[in-house]
């Protein structure tokens, strides 16, 4: 056969694939690259992440959010995809809230591709998105955590260690909120 033939196979399939099962992006155990990011000035962003310190300046290590299962938004503000499915986004955000005080305790966080604090708080309050969302304007966090367009997904569960392993990957959206979080608890718990 001749490769562009082939190419296009292999293509086809990847995106039938990707189509039919978008969680199909799953990842071996890698563990969570190191992320620091500001404490949220906010109160209720901090108590939800489980901070005791105040947003004056003061950093965080990720692997210090009190969760078993940790999801990582990749959006941009300037990512149609990204605003159409904050909704659904918002949606998959309050499932989450109805399992507080039950285990497993899962929380989500955003992260702004290339966007400025200023943009970043826009979007929050142009979608109305109530957990805490940061800007990553020289796009290091989206590179350490291997970003392949927005909107993307990076979960992670506790690993025995205290820190955090990657355990599904999914570039592009998702069609229900409830199934999505299905997903991601059976992959937490693998």
Do not use: W
């Not at 992320?35 to 004056?56: F, I, K, N, W």
């Not at 965080?60 to 990512?79: G, H, P, Q, R």
């Not at 570039?171 to 992959?187: M, P, R, V």
């Amino acid at each position: 056969m001749h490769k562009p033939i082939i190419f296009m196979l292999r293509a086809g399939v990847m995106l039938m694939l990707f189509v039919c099962f978008p969680g199909a992006l799953m990842a071996e155990s890698e563990p969570l690259p190191q992320l620091v990011l500001p404490v949220p000035a906010d109160e209720h962003h901090r108590t939800y992440l489980g901070l005791q310190e105040s947003g004056d300046g003061a950093t965080f290590e990720v692997v210090e959010i009190d969760a078993d299962i940790l999801l990582i938004e990749l959006f941009s503000m300037y990512c149609p995809y990204c605003q159409a499915e904050a909704p659904l986004v918002n949606e998959l955000y309050e499932l989450m809230q109805a399992l507080s005080g039950s285990e497993p305790k899962v929380k989500i966080i955003g992260i702004g591709a290339s966007n400025s604090d200023f943009e970043v708080d826009h979007f929050g309050k142009t979608y109305d998105v109530e957990f805490p969302l940061f800007s990553d304007q020289d796009m290091a966090i989206y590179n350490a955590l291997a970003g392949a367009g927005t909107p993307g997904f990076v979960g992670a569960r506790r690993d025995a260690a205290g820190g955090f392993s990657i355990v599904l990957r999914q570039s592009g959206g998702f069609y229900s909120a409830a199934d999505f979080l299905k997903e991601l608890i059976a992959a937490g718990a693998n």
